[in-house]
């Protein structure tokens, strides 16, 4: 068994549409990013490269790299996958936190666990999405930014 962690933080900006766990939520701003700043995938990502001891999502996918450029994370959750299947890891289950004070998202949590464990070909049981405001305080509290944090367990 190997357990990995994962933690991303993205700017709000204007003119970005904001993508989520792999969903698309309606919001007047999104976030700031090389790929789609899909910042719940991009925590997972590195908590599965964290468990795998793969390096993390700049090695692998460097945003330097025109690429990815505006790319969908969700392709870069899939090579992650590979990257680990090629490895021999299976995974277990992830766990993620979404620390955000607006939109709610709530409405849209088990869109994002389907379409997570969809790419992963795991079954809904084995990912959790949580989400949290923060009371107002700190970056996200501020509404200047949204961070998520992931843990993964492999075996
Ligand atoms: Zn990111």
Same mark, same amino acid.
């Given at each position: ?14 003119g ?10 309606p /919001?007047h701003?999104?976030?700031?990013g ?6 719940? !995938?991009? #925590? @997972? ?9 793969l390096?993390?999502?700049?090695? /692998?996918?460097?945003?330097t790299? !025109? ?7 969700k392709?870069l959750? #899939? ?5 680990l299947?090629?490895?021999?890891f299976?995974i277990?289950? !992830?766990?993620?936190?979404i #620390?955000?004070?607006?939109?709610? !998202?709530?409405p849209? @949590? ?20 949580? #989400? ?12 200047e ?5 992931a ?5």
């Amino acid at each position: 068994m190997r357990i990995g962690f994962g933690y991303d933080v993205h700017s709000f900006a204007e003119g970005r549409e904001l993508w989520l766990g792999g969903i698309k939520i309606p /919001h007047h701003q999104g976030l700031l990013g090389h790929s789609d700043a899909d910042v719940v !995938i991009h #925590a @997972i990502c590195d908590a599965l490269l964290g468990a795998s001891a793969l390096g993390d999502i700049g090695k /692998h996918f460097p945003d330097t790299d !025109i690429r990815y450029k505006n790319i969908d994370s969700k392709i870069l959750l #899939a090579e992650t996958a590979k990257l680990l299947a090629v490895a021999g890891f299976v995974i277990q289950n !992830i766990d993620t936190t979404i #620390a955000l004070q607006s939109p709610k !998202i709530a409405p849209y @949590i088990e869109q994002m666990r389907s379409t997570l464990s969809g790419i992963l070909n795991l079954e809904l049981g084995q990912v959790s999405v949580k #989400a949290t405001t923060t009371e107002k305080l700190g970056f996200e509290g501020r509404e200047e930014g949204v961070s998520a944090y992931a843990i993964v367990l492999l075996a």
